[in-house]
Nanobody, 121 residues
């Protein structure tokens, strides 16, 4: 089970930190990822990281603004989002994979419910 939280309404230029708690089978995974889906659009990959702390990957549009991190002791994954833009508005989902994923959106086995992020201009 994946439980995401931390979404909200923020002005452009502001920051939010999303959190995702992994429990049950999802705590026995190797890669954690964040995805987002804007209204009327497909779900897009945002960032990923191995539970070991290595191999981070980001979509180009968030590089330098978003940071993914994990806390193995707490089975938590975070997405720190800075310098938010209106185009970052979306429902954000965390996901987990039972394999080591180097990059990209494929291969995720478990999905959490989304948390809404709204960035006003």
């Amino acid at each position: 089970q994946l439980q995401a939280s931390g979404g909200g309404l923020v002005q452009a230029g502001g920051s939010l930190r999303l959190s995702c708690k992994a429990s049950g089978r999802t705590s026995i995974t190797y890669t954690m990822g964040w995805f987002r889906q804007a209204p009327g659009k497909e779900r897009d990959f945002v960032a990923s990281m191995w539970w070991s702390g290595g191999n981070t990957d980001y979509r180009d549009s968030v590089k330098g603004r978003f940071t993914i991190s994990v806390d193995n002791a707490k089975n938590m994954v975070y997405l720190q989002m800075n310098s938010l833009k209106p185009e970052d508005t979306a429902v954000y989902y965390c996901a987990a994979a039972r394999t080591f994923i180097v990059s990209g959106p494929s291969g995720y086995d478990y999905w959490g419910q989304g948390t809404q992020v709204t960035v006003s201009s």
